[in-house]
């Protein structure tokens, strides 16, 4: 199974950013797919996941609001849309595969695969 996740880049605060997680190797359909982001001398953290058909979605109250999860089947890729980004968004973003809805989405236990991270930098 590979992740590839694109999209990071430089962006003012309040701009916007859409990132984008293309898997392969599995059968995509049927998997949760998640985003962690992990700030330098940060522990990671859970940012959004979305489950199979893209019908149930979870957010950090962080992001709550200005993060958008969605899903294309077809593409086998998740984009996270990110709107309103503070500099505290800072960070390294991964994207995450899991066979289930995980009992708990903010666990990265939860998760078997996981993409090489794409940076993100938000300046004030």
């Known amino acids: 199974v590979q992740l590839q996740a694109f999209g990071g880049g430089l962006v003012p605060a309040g701009g916007s950013l859409r990132l984008s997680c293309a898997a392969s190797?599995?059968?995509?359909?049927?998997?949760?797919m998640a985003w962690f982001r992990q700030a330098p001398g940060k522990e990671r953290e859970f940012v959004t996941a979305?489950?199979?058909?893209?019908?149930?979605?979870y957010y950090a109250d962080s992001v709550k609001g200005r993060f958008t999860l969605s899903r294309d089947n077809a593409k086998n890729t998740v984009y996270p849309q990110m709107n309103s980004l503070k500099p505290e968004d800072t960070a390294v973003y991964y994207c995450?595969?899991?066979?289930?809805?995980?009992?708990?989405?903010?666990?990265?236990?939860?998760?078997?695969?996981w993409g090489q991270g794409t940076q993100v930098t938000v300046s004030s």
């Open positions: 995450a595969t899991a066979p289930t809805w995980p009992v708990d989405t903010g666990d990265p236990q939860s998760y078997d695969y």
């Open positions: 190797g599995r059968t995509f359909s049927v998997y949760s």
């Open positions: 979305i489950n199979w058909s893209g019908s149930r979605t």
